[in-house]
């Protein structure tokens, strides 16, 4: 079988699931497509995957109510086992990219990371990955009877619902404590549409001047577009923005179908996190800055003067 | 308590990467410690100098011949001793968590600190591996951390936001931006770690084959349009960009 790990939050699947399940077709491999959905009160996320799915497995308890990755990966490998799962399959965040690698250890299985494609090769899997901070393409291929992968978000496209809904079946585990404590918690929650989810960000870079800026320029410019906020490196380091907006090598990857970058210079380390964007837009004063030469459109001028009049421009 | 801190070799981020028929060739390319891995043997250096009981730091490399001079420069920023497994050979990141997790075993480290997601390979992995055959529990995106006796406190970046965490050592501290600013090594100190051990080692002897074969790389710039709009009218220029998204881009209403 191929198992998929669930991602969700907040009592809802994320679109990283059915993309995930898209790549798993995409494999060509026999066998269920199973959805394994770990943690507490997710019945609801459950009868979601099992729209996408062939089976879905949902280990439903208190010890799985905060995410670890020695717990996930112990519960990953054991039900990849009992099931005697050839691909295993895990979304590409943070915490997939965590607990994969452990899982692909534990099975002694070879380990796709953050793939954007996958076929089968004769002996085993073929995936392509981005390396040096996004700049090359590499293809890879995985031997052995038995391999893990995490899907890059955004690089499959959402799986449609199945003919029939597959069949749920609770599953127990035997799983290992947490050695790690948490003692605190401070999730930045934006009340707008989540970087990963985005099909248009709006990112302010230094550029933009500071804080209030933001808030007068590029906040209301993307709540006129639908817009998510990302930020750059040097904007979260000033302390004008959370860390969760934060787009690049050290932040988030994002690939929405248009990106506007304001008074962004464009370091490499911010291209390896928004370079695959659909299109590009740059609002830039200095005509040779770098992002212009990944840009489709571009400004050259001032973000305080071009924003609000894009801002007046967008309500028509 | 010894901490291992690890070191992987990349292109300086300004240097062109080149392809060599399908690979990667970094001859004549400008290489440097990767920076995530320069949090990492800086935070070793401020938990001795916090007075946590650190006896000693080992930096450790597994690479070409030219990852010397990375080694060096931990040694000149204060390492006490390097270890190098020398090898041209190509190894995943779960593959060559097998040597540094041995190594760990051998020398007895408690800690080990390793970049998040290095700028060569984009692989948030190596981490997390080696602390899953050490059956050690892992710190990954740490961008605070103190260690008291072998309790580790801190603070790391989780999907939407960031925890405050608490651990026993031993374990695995995967480091980034917003830890520490890393210190220079002076010309004194760079002089010093000539000095200091280098102790050469060989592959041959961790049974650590990749299992993920590298078939071919590709540079691939996507062809972008570089429409550019004079912003000396800001009305007009506005008025443009978002007809262009509207109608010629279809990706806003």
Known sequence: MILIVAEHADGKLAKATLEMVTAARGTGREGPITILVLGQNVAGVASEAAAVADQVLVADSASLAQYSAETWAAAVAQIAQEGEAHTVITPGSRSGREYAPRVAVKLDAPYLEDVISLSSSGAGLQAQRYTYLARVTETVEAQGAVTVISAKPGSFAPAAPAAAAGEQYDVDLDLPQSRVTITGKSMEKSSRVALSEADVIVTGGRGVGNAENFSKFVEPLADNLGAGVGATRAVVDAGWRPYAEQVGQTGKTVQPKAYIALGVSGAVQHLSGMGKSKFIVAINKDAEAPIFKVADYGIVGDVNEIVPALIEASKR | ?253
């Open chain 2, 1 to 253: 308590m010894k901490i291992l801190t690890l070191i992987r070799q990349v292109p300086d981020a300004e240097a062109r990467v080149r392809l060599s028929g399908n690979t990667i060739d970094l001859d004549g390319t400008t290489v440097v410690m990767d920076g995530m891995d320069e949090y990492g043997v800086e935070e070793a250096l401020r938990l001795r100098e916090s007075g946590a009981g650190v006896d000693e730091i080992i930096a450790l490399a597994v690479g070409p011949k030219r990852n010397e001079d990375a080694l060096r420069t931990a040694l000149a920023m204060g390492a006490d001793r390097a270890v190098h497994v020398e090898t041209d050979e190509r190894l995943d990141a779960v593959s060559l968590s097998k040597v540094v997790a041995e190594l760990a075993k051998t020398e007895n480290a408690e800690l080990i600190l390793v970049g998040g997601q290095e700028a060569d390979w984009d692989s948030q992995a190596l981490g997390a591996a080696t602390a899953e055959r050490l059956g050690w529990p892992q710190l990954t995106w740490t961008n605070e951390l103190k260690l008291e006796g072998d309790k580790l406190t801190g603070r790391h970046d989780v999907d939407e936001g960031n925890e405050s965490f608490e651990a026993t050592l031993p374990a695995v501290v995967t480091t980034q931006q917003g830890l520490n600013e890393p210190r220079y090594p002076t010309l004194p100190n760079i002089m010093k770690a000539k000095k200091k051990e280098l102790r050469k080692d060989d592959l041959a002897s961790y049974d650590a084959a990749s299992k993920v074969k590298f078939i071919g790389a590709e540079i691939q710039t996507r062809a972008r349009m570089n429409k550019i709009i004079d912003g000396k009218d800001p009305q007009a220029a506005a008025a443009q960009l978002i007809d262009l998204l509207r109608n010629e881009a279809k990706v806003i209403k």
